[in-house]
């Protein structure tokens, strides 16, 4: 089971990774950041592609979404100084309320 969640992760990192240097990459324009994107996102479909044989398809897939949207969206905040009004950062705090509320009070997480 631990395994499982260092997996998911590490997923959810290289998407993070990868969805950050999509900026960077300036429209697949720029080779380095562009590269980065491609196995970004491979290592993260992969990875989630292994976690979802032994946990709930939805339960993976809303913690690896909505991990990667407060990652990328404090990234961008801190990395490429990008305005996070009030309603923003209260909607990221419903998304890590709910992730939080995933891991400690669900019980489908695994099948």
């Known amino acids: 089971m631990q395994s499982v969640h260092f997996i998911l992760i590490i997923s959810i990192l290289a998407e993070t990774v ?5 900026k960077a ?4 324009t720029r080779l380095g950041p562009s590269v980065v994107v491609l196995i970004g996102y491979s290592v993260s479909f992969y990875g989630l592609s292994q976690v979802v044989k032994t946990m709930n398809i939805g339960i993976a897939y809303a913690i690896w979404a909505g991990s990667g949207i407060f990652l990328v969206s404090a990234i961008s905040f801190f990395v ?5 009004d009030t309603q923003a950062l209260i909607g990221l705090s419903f998304i890590a309320l709910g992730i939080i509320i995933i891991q400690v009070f669900s019980n489908s997480v695994f099948h």
Not at 25 to 28: C, I, K, V
Not at 80 to 84: A, C, D, G, S
Request: overall charge negative; charged content about 5%; proline content about 0%.
């Open 18 to 22: 990868a969805t950050t240097m999509m």
């Open 80 to 84: 490429y100084q990008q305005h996070l």
């Open 25 to 28: 990459s300036e429209g697949f």
